[in-house]
């Protein structure tokens, strides 16, 4: 498959359904050269061809007919729902600036409002801000579960060593709130950054050796509102402070559980400036005493 090259790789991309046998082998291919950083295996192109004749969808972001990105989900049940599940999602890194992640789940959600279904979920490592952003601040998913070593421990060339936990969410697809974000409305960052500054800590950080901010302590949520600090860029983490990734990894699954065993909900994330240093964070709020009067 041919490269487009130059404008004609970012003027306009087409979002539906793999058809042809190479476009099933394409998106194999793209998951391959991509792989998961917690290990999750690239589905296979004749199961993603048996998911889209069988109730699944297998989606594609086409720059002409070059393939710059997939989205994969199958019909899941919980024993009181019937939704979809996003399997993977993904995009080349040329075409990550380009809004294409977002507009593949918008597409997915067409699709699954047309079969009158409710609901998609899916899962992403809560310590990428750049999932969280999508996930929670663009499209308004909210996370409901956390889970530990959700694939096992893949090999160490893929994940260095660090414990491949997952945050689920479920993204109602038809609340007004979902509307409002996918047409751009939501907390300013004036409103978010206000938010933060209101909140209290779960998770509190400090500069470590390399001016990269490490945890340093894990609290309960106690308040109306709270903020869980995760990593601003995962990458220079990695990169530059490997030997925080556990600390980080232990300190955010332990504020998340304290947390949503309290049954806060986390219902924004947000990216704060403080100091010229920028941050990021999941906001989250206690629900309201069910004896608060109305």
Request: charged residues 25%.
């Amino acid at each position: 498959m041919v490269e487009p090259k130059g404008e004609d790789r970012v003027r306009g991309f087409r979002f539906r359904r793999l058809e042809k046998p190479e476009e099933f082998r394409h998106a194999e291919e793209l998951q391959r050269t991509l792989p998961d950083p917690e290990g999750a295996a690239a589905v296979p192109a004749i199961l993603q061809r048996v998911l889209q004749e069988n109730g699944g969808i297998a989606a594609g972001a086409f720059a002409d007919i070059y393939l710059a990105g997939c989205s994969i989900a199958t019909l899941g049940w919980d024993g009181t729902t019937l939704y979809y599940y996003a399997h993977q999602t993904v995009v080349r890194p040329e075409y990550q600036n380009h809004h294409v992640g977002f507009r593949l789940l918008a597409f997915l959600r067409e699709e699954v409002l047309r079969q009158g279904l409710p609901e998609i979920r899916w899962t992403f490592d809560p310590l990428s801000s750049r999932a969280a952003w999508l996930s929670v601040r663009r499209l308004g998913a909210v996370p409901d579960r956390y889970h530990s070593q959700y694939l096992g421990q893949p090999p160490d060339d893929v994940s260095r060593g660090l414990e491949p936990d997952q945050l689920r969410v479920r993204w109602a697809i038809a609340a007004p709130s979902v509307e409002e974000r996918l047409g751009g409305a939501g907390p300013t960052r004036e409103e978010q950054a206000a938010r933060w500054r209101s909140s209290g800590a779960i998770v509190d950080t400090e500069p470590g050796e390399s001016g990269l901010r490490v945890p340093t302590a894990v609290s309960e949520p106690t308040g109306a509102s709270a903020h869980l600090e995760v990593p601003f860029d995962l990458a220079s983490i990695r990169e530059h402070e490997a030997a925080s990734l556990r600390r980080w990894r232990h300190a955010v699954r332990d504020a998340f559980r304290a947390a949503l065993d309290l049954e806060y909900v986390v219902d924004d994330f947000a990216v704060v400036t403080a100091e010229h240093e920028r941050r990021a964070f999941y906001l989250l709020a206690r629900p309201p005493s069910p004896n608060a009067p109305a």
